[in-house]
């Protein structure tokens, strides 16, 4: 049977307080704002709502007066249906793991939020993935202990720093692990090949190039074979339960890859993503108001 456990849960903010979400309504709309390009002014006139009134609202994840979230949607580009799902409590339904093995997720805090990193193991010959390291690997490392693991790979999903913090200490303590990056900075034998097929035991892990957030962005598909499982997809920062992560390179671009690289996959595939919690392609397709 699966085991999830979240270490050092997050203090992601809050819509109301029903919301477990990474980004609150507010923060979805401001996303999005910025990246159409619109000003305060005309955003706010779109929602019909002050210039304050939408400044508070992209702060707080409330505000005193319903704005007309139809309209201002499609200002800035997010579905207003679905923008008004997030407002009235959407949340993921709960996710299914029965039929894998060993995950676990782990969420640890530095500078003011935290973020998710993940590890995955074989049960039989307990060789074991680490996807990012977190803030502070520390959290990973006594998970490695407790269930008595090899570590053989360290795949990035990206470079920031919040994701890669702790890849010091890990390469310290297991000198022999084999660090999987996209970045074309790494090291010849770090990079990724479009073509790897990495076996660890009965699992199979793939990646896929998601730029957009990150110029070296990537998703790792994780197959649990010869049982028909789910596949797990470590998304990094591409796409987040009802939102996403800044086009910090390209908001279209990360678009673009999301729905090529992501919605391709089974709708039942389950979206692990670097914040927020667990999610599937199915619910993000149906319910992310940026697409």
Known sequence: MIALSCIAP???PLYL????????LG?????????????????????GLSADQLQQLEKSGETAKQPDLARLGSLVQLNGQKLQAIAKGWLPKPVELANWREVRQVTTEGEGYTVNA?????????EAAIF???????????IIDENQLQPKHLFITHSHDDHIAGLAKIRERFPKI???SGSKHAPP?????????IHLGNLRITNRETPGHAEDGVTYIVGNFPEDASNIAI????IFAGSMGRGFQSTDLLKQKVREQIFTLPADTIICPGHGPLTTVGEEKAHNPFF
């Open 27 to 47: 923060d979805i709309i401001r996303k999005a704002r910025e990246a159409a390009n619109v000003n305060v002014d005309a955003a706010a006139q779109a929602g």
């Open 189 to 197: 034998d770090q990079r990724n090949r479009a073509n790897d097929f």
């Open 10 to 12: 997050g203090t992601a």
């Open 17 to 24: 307080s029903r919301m477990t979400l990474e980004d609150h």
């Open 178 to 180: 084999r660090i999987h």
């Open 235 to 238: 998304v990094g920062d591409c």
């Open 118 to 126: 993940y590890l995955v193991w074989d049960e039989v010959n307990r």
């Open 132 to 142: 990012d390291t977190g803030w502070d690997p520390a959290p990973i490392l006594k």
